[in-house]
C-alpha cells in the first residue's frame, strides 16, 4: 500500500510540475473536508460515519463551457455495524474505518465562468483493510454467524462514480460531490466458503456512497 502511494504522489507531484510551469490559466488547488460514508448491503445492518479527506487537484483550461480535473486526494472513512458482544450479548455498534487513495479525472461544465460548475467522472480508490477496535474483534455481526474481524478484508481496488458542484471565486471554493462505488465493496469476502457459510451461506455484496464537502484552495 505504501508503494502505491509513493507511485501516485510522484505521478501527481510531476502533473503539478508540468501544469504550474505553463503560463496558460491552468489553477493549482489546495482541498480538504468532511465525508460521511454509507455501505449499502444486505448481508448485515449498517449506518454511515463521518471521516475526512484532503489534497490537491490541478484545473485545466476552459474549451468552450468544459474543463477538466486531475486530483488526489488521501482519506479516512468509517461505517458502523451493528453487532452483539459474545459474553454479554449486548448491543454494540463497532466502528470500521479504512484509509487510502483517490485519484480522479473528471469533466467540468461552467455553468457560470469561474463560479459555478458541475463535475463528473470515474474515481480510482485504493484502501487498506477496515480497521476495528480490538476489543471489539469477536464480536458478532448481528444476523450472522460472522465476527467482526471476518469482515475487515475488503476490496483493496475500487472504482467510484462522482457528480458534484463546486461554487465561489478563482481563489475559494466550496465543492460538494457524491461517490458511488460501481463494484463489490466486499467481494474480497467471496474468496474463502467458510465466511459464506456463516453468512447465511450467501455472497456478500456491498456499494460504497460517498457524500463529501470540502473548501478548495487555488494558489
Known amino acids: 500500500m505504501k508503494k502505491i502511494f509513493l507511485v501516485l504522489t510522484f505521478i501527481f507531484s510531476l502533473t503539478i510540475t508540468a501544469q504550474h510551469s505553463r503560463r496558460d490559466g491552468n489553477r493549482i488547488g489546495i482541498m480538504g ?9 444486505s448481508n448485515f445492518a449498517s449506518k454511515p460515519a463521518n471521516g475526512w479527506v484532503a489534497g490537491m487537484a490541478v484545473r485545466g483550461n476552459y474549451y468552450n463551457d468544459f ?14 455495524v451493528a453487532t452483539t458482544k459474545p459474553l454479554s450479548l449486548a448491543s454494540e455498534d463497532v466502528n470500521f ?12 461544465y461552467n455553468l457560470i465562468k469561474n463560479h459555478l460548475s458541475l463535475d463528473f467522472g470515474p474515481v480510482l480508490q485504493i484502501n487498506d483493510k477496515l480497521k476495528i477496535n480490538s476489543k471489539s474483534e469477536l464480536n458478532n455481526v448481528t ?40 463494484n463489490n465493496f466486499l467481494n474480497n469476502l467471496n474468496n474463502n466458503e467458510e465466511l459464506k457459510l456463516k453468512n447465511n451461506n450467501s455472497n456478500f455484496k456491498g456499494h460504497l456512497g460517498i457524500i463529501s464537502g470540502q473548501v478548495l484552495f487555488n494558489l
Do not use: C, H
Open 33 to 41: 473536508g468532511i465525508t460521511q460514508t454509507t455501505l449499502t448491503t
Open 67 to 80: 474543463s477538466a480535473i486531475f486530483g488526489m486526494q488521501f482519506f479516512e472513512n468509517n461505517i458502523i
Open 97 to 108: 474505518k479504512t484509509m487510502g487513495v483517490q485519484v480522479r479525472l473528471l469533466a467540468s
Open 143 to 182: 444476523g450472522t454467524l460472522l465476527t467482526a474481524k471476518e469482515i475487515t478484508d475488503v476490496t483493496k481496488l475500487n472504482g467510484n462514480a462522482y457528480v458534484g458542484i463546486s461554487a465561489g471565486t478563482k481563489r475559494i471554493r466550496a465543492v460538494v460531490n457524491y461517490q458511488y462505488g460501481l
